[in-house]
C-alpha cells in the first residue's frame, strides 16, 4: 500500500464552525506532514510530525490544531478560520530511518478543499 | 537559504513536441532533487528523483539528470502526450532537513 488517504474530499465551513481533516498513511512511514496550496502556487509547509511528536511548526496560526494520535494517523483541528485560508490542504508522509533517499521522499494525499464562508 | 527557481510558465505545446522544463537550484551541501507534478484537482504525484550529482532520473518518459556543475535539474520529455498537461514543481531537499523546498511551479498544455 503506497497510498496516502484523506478525508473529506471538500470542506465547506462558516467562520464559526470547527471542523478537523484526517490523514491516513499505511506505508510506515515515521514522518508525517500538512501543507497549505494556494490557486496557482506551490505546497507551503505548515507542520511536520516525526515519530509522533510535533517537529515543526512554521509559525501556523493557533486557528490550525495538528494532532497525531499513532504513526498512521495525522488529523488537523479547525476553529474560527478566514475565508484566506480557503485553499487546498495536502498531507504527505515519509520514510523515517537511515536511508539518505527513502528518508526524503515525500508521498502525498489528494487533499482537500477547503472554502471558508 | 536553499531555493528552487524553474522557468516561467505556462508552457504549451502541441501532441508529440519534445519538452524541457528548467530548474536551477541553490543550496548548501549535497540535495536530493525531485519532480513533482500535480494534476487538475489532485495532489501531487512523484514523478522523479535524483540523490547525487550525475545521477539520471527516470518515469514514464520524463528524464532529468543532476547537474552539480550548473546546479540544474531540467526535465525532458521526447514526445508529449494530452496527458501529460499538469503542473510540475520542481523541488529539492537536504539530507539532515525534513523541509521540502519547492519551485514555484510551471504549467504546462498539450494540446491535440
Known amino acids: 500500500d503506497t497510498e496516502v488517504t484523506q478525508t473529506p474530499k471538500h470542506l465547506v465551513m462558516g467562520m464559526t464552525n470547527k471542523k478537523s481533516l484526517k490523514c491516513e498513511q499505511h506505508?510506515?512511514?515515521?514522518?508525517m506532514y500538512w501543507y497549505k496550496q494556494k490557486a496557482k502556487k506551490p505546497p507551503e509547509l505548515m507542520f511536520v510530525?516525526?515519530?509522533?511528536?510535533?517537529?515543526i511548526n512554521e509559525s501556523v496560526p493557533s486557528r490550525f490544531s495538528p494532532e497525531c494520535p499513532n504513526s498512521s494517523l495525522l488529523n488537523l483541528h479547525l476553529h474560527a478560520l478566514q475565508p484566506e485560508d480557503s485553499a487546498l490542504y495536502l498531507c504527505a508522509s515519509s520514510q523515517g530511518g537511515v536511508d539518505r533517499v527513502r528518508r526524503n521522499e515525500q508521498f502525498f494525499g489528494p487533499g482537500t478543499r477547503l472554502t471558508v464562508l | 537559504g536553499d531555493s528552487v527557481t524553474q522557468m516561467e510558465g505556462p508552457v504549451t505545446l502541441s501532441e508529440e513536441a519534445f519538452l524541457t522544463i528548467n530548474c536551477t537550484y541553490t543550496a548548501t551541501g549535497y540535495p536530493s532533487l525531485f519532480w513533482y507534478v500535480q494534476y487538475p484537482g489532485e495532489g501531487l504525484q512523484l514523478l522523479l528523483k535524483?540523490?547525487?550529482?550525475?545521477d539520471k532520473g527516470s518515469n514514464k518518459g520524463f528524464e532529468a539528470t543532476y547537474r552539480k556543475e550548473t546546479t540544474s535539474f531540467h526535465l525532458e520529455k521526447g514526445s508529449v502526450q494530452v496527458s501529460d498537461s499538469a503542473v510540475y514543481f520542481c523541488?529539492?531537499?537536504?539530507?539532515?532537513?525534513?523541509?521540502?523546498?519547492f519551485g514555484p511551479g510551471t504549467r504546462l498544455s498539450v494540446l491535440p
Open positions: 523541488a529539492l531537499s537536504k539530507i539532515y532537513g525534513q523541509n521540502f523546498v
Open positions: 506505508m510506515g512511514h515515521r514522518a
Open positions: 510530525y516525526s515519530y509522533e511528536k510535533l517537529s
Open positions: 535524483a540523490t547525487k550529482a550525475d
